[in-house]
């Protein structure tokens, strides 16, 4: 068995014992990383009817599916992704690399001078499994995370990213409190406990 096919084989099993794969389905969500989503939302209440939602790297789509329907008919979900995304319920979406400007101005269109009350990035690069490059590589994405946050967000608007733990995480969070009120790290249960991946939560942009 070589070693692809081996890593394989443990994704797949740990998948066919994962009751949140099986809940997912279940409850028509696309991907089992709605539950971090749900998890954060039932201990933070970071998503309110009315609000205007952006989803950076948004597919398959769970996070907004799960967006969408908590805002309601009077807010607004905009999903941005690399890889097409089957179209969601009242949530619009483009294509393209959060990090140009052609994305980011197709973004402002469709924001049409609404600020964003939250953005949320559950975005990771691809992962080599090589440590050394990989953690520069999600502490770059995040980083490019926080500054498109700070174009959109409106006063008191909310930031939620995906980070892993390692080396430039805690220099990350002392940057965040500088700018927004609260920051809070997370590790929802859905997260697997193997992995160094948690959520930080910054509330209260410019407070
Ligand atoms: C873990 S998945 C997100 C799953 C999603 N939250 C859900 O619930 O279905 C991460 C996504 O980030 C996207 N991504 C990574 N870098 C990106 C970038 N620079 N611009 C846009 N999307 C990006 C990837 O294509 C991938 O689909």
Redesign the pocket.
Known sequence: MTARGGSGNRWRMRQDRDPYVDEALRRGF??R??FK?EQIQKRERILRRGMVCI?????????SQFAARAVGEGGAVLA????PMDPVADVSFVQ????QPETVAELAALLGGRRADLVMS????NMSGNRTIDQPRCME?AEAASEFAEHVLGGGGSFLVKLFQGAGLDAYVRDLEGRFGKVRRIKPRASRAQSREIYLLARDYGM
């Open positions: 696309r991907s990383a709605v989503l989803d950076l790297g948004a597919s398959p789509g769970s996070w941005v992704d690399l890889l393209g690399d959060f990090t559950d975005m990771a690069p994405l």
